[in-house]
């Protein structure tokens, strides 16, 4: 064909179906090889859609058996095989029965729900799957799956009369706190044999939030470090709220201060001199290496005693931050020097924060999470490091030295085969827990005997 021809039948740089297989001709022929072409491919599109739903419901005990069916019919009656020809018909009636199983849709409505949404590790914890019967007519039983987490729960649903209602509940485990996945529920059709399931999904996943469990500590417990919010310190300054003393004006002083009473009795300008006040700036810090905890029963006991402190302190309205190590990701070029901070503006979003939390081996020690700590929260007065019993008492008080003298350093060691104690070192104050109890029954006392 010549160069200017398929300019001329208007296909230049047209490159669809019709194009690449039979160019620019034209013709009953041509028109005969693309109405065949698009036949097929459309009968292709409607066996691959029919394979994948017989592909979603065929159970492997039904590919077996729709293998076995044929090959029965041909041994059977070539060979003369009379058991092999029954073998064959009964497979097939048993194959046509458990067809019928799949067809129709139970027109029932399904709905799923949590008793509560956020329960504390251990806790009964409960969903519910309500079935409700809209239709005129009665609707037979059917079998529910929810899928919890990694297992599964099953409830076998009773028959419903017109506008009958069932609602029936099922147990959610929570032995470790976390986030579970709960649903969506499904129903399941499937033959008394096994040879066909078919599953149809009705509601959407809910998610249940599983808190670490945390105890109630004393809301004076900053007592043991003697910076109560907006307590007076022994720091003196020129504006401030607390008066301490008079002393001479100084160049720099602002007038407003300057106490003109005593001024008109020594005959030399006096000023107010005050103590500087602070609000409290609690921080809690946990590590999550890996390697500052022996084994999990630390772990979990130090993420409880980081939930107790930072919840009493958001209750009682202070300035708190929770802070932890950040992970360096698996193929980072080098460590990633930083931590994360947990949400504080209420209990339960910093109770959630700490249900995910993980140890891992390239999560920064106690040791560089205190040094990170001290230089990106700004204005810290209190600070509790909180690890397992791994680090050393040289690593404990190398982590304290990271924050200014001014700031009291608390290290909680969280070891339950260790004798409860509490010890200051060089100032730093080490609080050996071996239970969660142990945190309030020592912050209690020593917040008194403050």
Request: aromatic share 6%.
């Amino acid at each position: 064909m010549h160069p200017d021809a398929s300019a001329a039948t208007g296909i230049a740089g047209l490159s669809n179906t019709r194009t690449r297989i039979v160019g620019a001709r034209e013709g009953l022929l041509a028109d005969a090889v693309i109405n065949v072409v698009r036949a097929a491919t459309l009968l292709g599109q409607a066996a691959a859609r029919l394979g994948g739903r017989v592909a979603a419901v065929v159970t492997p005990l039904g590919w077996v058996m729709l293998g076995v069916i044929p090959l029965s019919f041909m041994a059977g009656y070539l060979l003369g095989w009379v058991e092999l020809v029954l073998v064959a018909w009964a497979g097939l009636i048993l194959a046509m029965i458990a067809v019928l199983y799949l067809v129709g849709r139970s027109p029932f409505h399904v709905t799923l729900g949590l008793a509560h949404p956020r329960v504390v590790v251990g806790e009964a914890a409960r969903g519910v799957v309500t079935v409700d019967n809209p239709t005129s007519r009665r609707i037979l039983g059917v079998k529910v799956e929810i899928p919890v987490g990694a297992g599964l729960a099953e409830l076998a649903m009773p028959s419903l009369r017109k506008g009958a209602e069932h609602s029936q509940e099922f147990a959610i485990p929570t032995l470790r706190r976390g986030v579970i996945a709960v649903g969506p529920v499904r129903t399941v059709r499937a033959d008394p044999i096994g040879l066909v399931r078919r599953e149809l999904l009705w509601t959407g996943a809910l998610e249940l939030v599983v808190h670490p469990q945390t105890i109630p500590v004393p809301s004076t417990s900053t007592g043991l470090i003697r910076d109560l919010e907006g307590a007076p310190t022994r720091d003196l300054t020129s504006s401030d709220v607390a008066f301490h003393a008079l002393r001479e004006y100084q160049t720099g002083d602002e007038r407003r201060y300057i106490h003109w009473k005593s001024t008109a009795k020594t005959g030399t300008y006096m000023v107010r001199q005050f103590e500087e006040t602070r609000r409290s700036h609690l921080v809690v810090a946990l590590s999550l290496a890996a390697s500052d905890y022996a084994d999990e029963e630390q772990f979990e006991l130090a993420v409880s005693a980081a939930g107790s402190l930072g919840v009493r302190a958001i209750r009682d309205g202070r300035t708190v931050s929770v802070v932890v190590s950040s992970i360096t990701p698996e193929f980072a070029k080098r460590k990633n020097y930083a931590v994360r901070s947990l949400a504080t503006h209420l209990p339960a979003r910093l109770l959630d924060d700490l249900a995910v939390v993980e140890p891992d081996a390239s999560a920064l020690g106690i040791r560089d999470v205190a040094r990170v700590a001290a230089d990106e929260v700004v204005g810290i007065s209190v600070v509790f490091l909180i690890c397992g019993s791994t680090p050393t008492p040289a690593e404990l008080r190398a982590a304290s030295r990271s924050f200014p003298l001014d700031v009291a350093v608390v290290a909680i060691v969280c070891d339950p085969d260790a004798v409860p104690g509490f010890r200051r070192v060089a100032g730093l104050s080490v609080l050996t827990i071996g239970y969660l109890e142990d945190l309030r029954v020592a912050l209690a006392r020593t917040a008194a005997a403050a």
